[in-house]
Nanobody, 129 residues
């Protein structure tokens, strides 16, 4: 059973930066797609960024391209999301997700919440203007 634990959320002013971490354990397959999602009050869960752990493919929502960077440290089994130039509209609960795969995902699949079976509890990010 894959377990995911997020950390690194907090409050920051617009234009600031945060780095989220997701510690993963319980892997039983050699490769996964791992992703960050976010959900603001009253809104649907939105895919932010995803990465295929078996290769170098990354996927980003248009709203965060050029500002957010997803990365992984395989030795530490940790997923990261570096968030720069934060905006008030980035305020949300951020979730880490994982799903086993052999690769070849489309961007729609990789950033679609319905495809993932493993989820963390979330970490809150609040950006003030």
């Amino acid at each position: 059973q894959v377990q995911l634990v997020e950390s690194g959320g907090g409050s920051v002013r617009a234009g600031g930066s945060l780095r989220l971490s997701c510690a993963a354990s319980g892997y039983t397959y050699s490769s996964y797609c791992m992703a960050w999602f976010r959900q603001a009050p009253g809104k649907e869960r939105e895919g932010v960024a995803a990465i295929y752990t078996g290769g170098s493919s990354t996927y980003y929502a248009d709203s965060v391209k050029g500002r957010f960077t997803i990365s992984q440290d395989n030795a530490k089994n940790t997923l990261y999301l570096q968030m720069n130039s934060l905006k008030p509209e980035d305020t949300a609960m951020y979730y880490c997700a994982a799903e086993q795969t052999a690769g070849g995902m489309t961007a729609i699949q990789a950033l679609g919440a319905g495809w993932y079976n493993y989820w963390g509890q979330g970490t809150q990010v609040t950006v003030s203007s």
